[in-house]
């Protein structure tokens, strides 16, 4: 069974950071491209980063509301993938969601249950 | 970015067929994807490029369209589908969905 558990969430006040944690099992980690997703209180999705594999040379990308604010990583020996977010801003709220990307035309097939991230003075 | 817009809410009732459509402001070829979220959970993957059925879900729900127009249908409506429905792109980058659509059951 796929599993996806994000950790790591929490109050914290603006220009802070915070490193948020994803514990996969159930799959095969180290050849599946991983992503954040986002969702503000009461919001649509919005995607955050991916991250590839190694045979991708581990590429990242970025939406723009992120990029030089926050690095996404991973670690194929724990199955983890990780959200480093810097400089925190009241618009980073939301819950954040840990997502597995389906090669088969790049859907989000499996996602966690979600961490909240609050930024707020 | 690419644009995806849909209509905010319906309403049907419970044996009723619904569509909820999802317009691309550019081609996604058929890379669109289709999303239920119930309250306080995660999105579940239902649909995928276009219209394939993800693992696990009724044949109640198909997908249809290419191009810049798409469609999700549930056939028939049954109560436990109260929910919101996204769809998401995923052939011009980044990845986008779509504000949703809120499905209420009269």
């Known amino acids: 069974e796929v599993q996806l558990v994000e950790t790591g969430g929490g109050l914290v006040r603006p220009g802070s950071s915070l490193k948020l944690s994803c514990a996969t099992s159930g799959f095969t980690f180290s050849n599946t491209w991983m992503n954040w997703v986002r969702q503000a209180p009461g919001k649509g999705l919005e995607w955050v980063a991916l991250?590839?594999?190694?045979?991708?040379?581990?590429?990242?990308n970025y939406a723009e509301s992120v990029k030089g604010r926050f690095t996404i990583s991973r670690d194929d020996s724990k199955s983890r993938v990780y959200l480093q977010m810097n400089t925190l801003r009241d618009q980073d709220t939301a819950t954040y969601y840990c997502?597995?990307?389906?090669?088969?035309?790049?859907?989000?097939?499996?996602w966690g249950q979600g961490v909240m991230v609050t930024v707020s003075s | 970015d690419t644009v995806l817009t849909q209509s905010p809410a319906l309403a049907v009732s419970p044996g009723e067929r619904v569509t909820i459509s999802c317009k691309a402001s550019?081609?996604?070829?058929?890379?669109m994807h289709w999303y239920q979220q119930k309250p306080g959970q995660q999105p579940k993957l239902l649909i995928y490029?276009?219209?394939n059925l993800a693992s696990g879900v009724p044949a109640r729900f198909s997908g249809s369209g290419s191009g810049t127009d798409f469609t999700l249908t549930i056939d028939p409506v049954e109560a436990d589908d109260t929910a919101t429905y996204f769809c998401q792109q995923s052939w011009n980058g980044p990845y986008t969905f779509g504000a949703g659509t809120k499905l209420e059951l009269k």
């Open positions: 490029k276009a219209s």
């Open positions: 997502t597995r990307l389906h090669r088969s035309g790049a859907s989000f097939d499996y």
């Open positions: 991250i590839k594999d190694k045979y991708s040379n581990y590429e990242a």
């Open positions: 550019e081609s996604v070829s058929t890379r």
